[in-house]
């Protein structure tokens, strides 16, 4: 265990769902990542989290909205997805401003849009 | 930005044997370099790292090595388990940023 938690583990949503991700880690680290990893691709990142505001959103559509209502806790909230955006979702934190910045992962929430 | 390819995609070799895996990046200014291990239903999980300032690091088995000049760094593993099953990715950061370039896998296969 890395000490980052995901859950649901596994997620089939339709396109016309509202579903959320939960990301939560027990490092005391102050950064929070949300990554989409699709076969065959480079990990994607999506957002970034320092101390609970974003520094990143890498162009992602709307139709992803992140939150971080603490340094602990990273939700991403899901509507209208399309097949595409089925993939692995992974979170990370980091304790940022801290030399090498090593990140860790969580198990990644597997999601299937049909 | 940061660009960083990967190789090979897929590596098989046998048991006891070494494994290498090559990465390329393009920003001068990245000076951290990950290297971490995914297996099937997990994320990935940090294996070594290396800083811009060293040109080699090993821990056991494993071992990383950075040329700067030439802006590449590579994974070395040796006596090879079947536990090493997996997919290792690359990673380059830049300098005072918290985003991590990824390269995009190669799939390990060590066949008993």
């Known amino acids: 265990e890395t000490g980052v938690t995901q859950t649901p583990r596994h997620l089939v949503m339709g396109m016309t769902n509202k579903k959320s991700l939960k990301c939560e880690q027990h490092?005391?680290?102050?950064?929070m990542y949300w990554y989409k990893q699709s076969a065959k691709k480079p990990l994607e990142l999506m957002f970034v989290?320092?101390?609970?505001?974003?520094?990143e959103n890498n162009s992602v559509p709307s139709r992803f909205s992140p939150e971080c209502p603490n340094s602990s806790h990273l939700f991403l909230h899901l509507h209208t997805l399309q097949p595409e955006d089925s993939a692995l979702y992974l979170c990370?934190?980091?304790?940022?401003?801290?030399?090498?910045?090593?990140?860790?992962f969580g198990p990644g929430t597997r999601l299937t849009v049909l | 930005g940061e660009n960083v390819e990967q190789h090979p995609s897929t590596l098989s070799v046998q048991e006891g044997d070494s494994a290498v895996i090559k990465c390329t990046y393009s920003?001068?200014?990245?000076?951290?370099f990950p290297w971490y291990k995914q297996e099937l239903g997990k994320g990935p999980q940090l294996i070594i790292d290396?800083?811009?300032?060293?040109g080699e690091k090993k821990d056991q088995r494993i071992a990383v090595t950075l040329n700067k000049t030439a802006k590449h760094f590579s994974l070395h593993i040796t006596e090879t388990q079947p536990e090493d099953s997996a997919v290792y990715f690359c990673?380059?950061?830049?300098?005072?940023?918290?985003?991590?370039?990824f390269g995009s896998g190669t799939k390990l296969n060590v066949k008993p």
């Open positions: 990370a934190s980091s304790q940022a401003n801290r030399g090498k910045n090593e990140q860790f």
């Open positions: 290396i800083r811009s300032n060293v």
């Open positions: 989290y320092n101390f609970k505001e974003q520094t």
């Open positions: 490092l005391g680290h102050n950064a």
């Open positions: 990673a380059a950061r830049l300098y005072n940023f918290n985003k991590f370039y």
């Open positions: 920003d001068s200014a990245s000076n951290y």
